[in-house]
T-cell receptor, first 115, second 110 residues
Framework: EAQVTQNPRYLITVTGKKLTVTCSQN?????MSWYRQDPGLGLRQIYY???????DKGDVPEGYKVSRKEKRNFPLILESPSPNQTSLYFC??????????????FGDGTRLSIL | GQQVMQIPQYQHVQEGEDFTTYCNSS?????IQWYKQRPGGHPVFLIQ?????EVKKQKRLTFQFGEAKKNSSLHITATQTTDVGTYFC??????????FGKGTLLTVNP
């Protein structure tokens, strides 16, 4: 089954404790991205990756890191989490190609609470 | 940077009434996508519009892309309770950057 898998689904942690949210897709997609969703603010892009070893900042990259060492994986790293990073996070992937974007396939989301 | 504004933020309708949400971009878009997110779920792709003035239909849903490729709309005819959720537009810009609107939360009273 074609899917984007995020782990963990839920996490409560404390300020300053490094954490990684994993994202994996089995559709051989080149494009992957991370979004955070906050009430009243919609979906805001954190980082995106056009392909392996190619990443770029989205609209709200501060406090986050990503890596794209393999095509299928795109982990989101919070080196020193702070309470303002409490949010619902979505990973998404898609093919790239001529004519712009392709449909984004979203994971089920990761709800992070940072105390 | 590119901004995509979406209105209204909320819309409550009686079942059977029509519903429209609008998207406006500060820059010309390469394309626009629409997504639906059910409560507690993740965004699910509905459709993509690429051409200036394009109109596409999916059953009771009609999607339009403006002539200048800076605005778009989603219209639902005769809403049903299954239409409940948040509808997002997402505009494609340069550098493969996709910018989402803040979404319109639709609630339907049966």
């Amino acid at each position: 089954e074609a899917q984007v898998t995020q782990n963990p689904r839920y996490l409560i942690t404390v300020t300053g404790k490094k954490l990684t949210v994993t994202c994996s897709q089995n559709m051989n997609h080149e494009y992957m991205s991370w979004y955070r969703q906050d009430p009243g603010l919609g979906l805001r892009q954190i980082y995106y990756s056009m392909n392996v070893e190619v990443t770029d900042k989205g609209d709200v990259p501060e406090g986050y890191k990503v890596s794209r060492k393999e095509k299928r994986n795109f982990p989101l790293i919070l080196e020193s989490p702070s309470p303002n990073q409490t949010s619902l996070y979505f990973c998404a992937s898609s093919l790239t190609g001529t004519g712009g974007f392709q449909p984004q396939h979203f994971g089920d989301g990761t709800r992070l609470s940072i105390l | 940077g590119q901004q995509v504004m979406q209105i209204p933020q909320y819309q409550h309708v009686q079942e059977g009434e029509d519903f429209t949400t609008y998207c406006n971009s500060s820059t010309t878009l390469s394309n626009i996508q629409w997504y639906k997110q059910r409560p507690g779920g993740h965004p699910v792709f509905l459709i993509q519009l690429v051409k200036s003035g394009e109109v596409k239909k999916q059953k009771r849903l009609t999607f339009q892309f403006g002539e200048a490729k800076k605005n778009s709309s989603l219209h639902i005819t005769a809403t049903q309770t299954t239409d409940v959720g948040t509808y997002f537009c997402a505009g494609g810009g340069s550098n493969y950057k996709l910018t989402f609107g803040k979404g319109t939360l639709l609630t339907v009273n049966p």
